[in-house]
């Protein structure tokens, strides 16, 4: 017999995949998104963890300490290299400038690394 829904979930093994959208007007969000991240993925969930555009995170990095603390971490990304598209193999690095345009498009927001490699944002590596 089940007693409670952590009985249940610890018997039977769903899996799914979660969205973490966060915005790092402080900072504090992205810590937040982490952990929940990180709980999910403990769980065996999938989890994508995104930031929405924010160029005003620039700005408030030098208000806001906690920014400076974590600015790095929210950059970093994997990306694939248009060489990479067949392959989908990833690459990690920095990001030095966005280069597309729209807040959005259908095959990841085109980046320039830190190192000068440029290709889309498929997800963060953290």
Same mark, same amino acid.
């Given at each position: ?23 790092? /007007? ?5 810590? *937040? ?14 989890? %994508? ?15 806001? #300490? *906690? %920014? ?8 970093? +990304? ?16 920095? *990001? ?11 095959? #990841? /927001?085109? +980046?320039?690394? +830190?190192?000068?490699?440029? #290709? ?7």
């Amino acid at each position: 017999m089940i007693s409670s829904y952590k009985d249940y979930f610890e018997k039977v093994v769903i899996k799914l995949k979660f969205l973490v959208l966060f915005h790092t /007007i402080t900072g504090n969000n992205y810590l *937040i998104g982490k952990q929940f991240s990180e709980a999910l993925q403990e769980n065996g969930h999938e989890v %994508i963890l995104r930031r929405i555009e924010d160029h005003t995170m620039d700005e408030l990095k030098n208000t806001y #300490g *906690i %920014i400076n603390e974590y600015y790095q971490e929210i950059l970093k +990304v994997k990306i694939v290299k248009k060489e990479d598209q067949r392959t989908n193999k990833l690459t990690k690095g920095v *990001i030095k400038d966005i280069l597309t345009n729209s807040k959005t498009h259908p095959h #990841g /927001i085109k +980046v320039r690394l +830190v190192s000068g490699e440029v #290709g889309r944002v498929k997800e963060f590596d953290n």
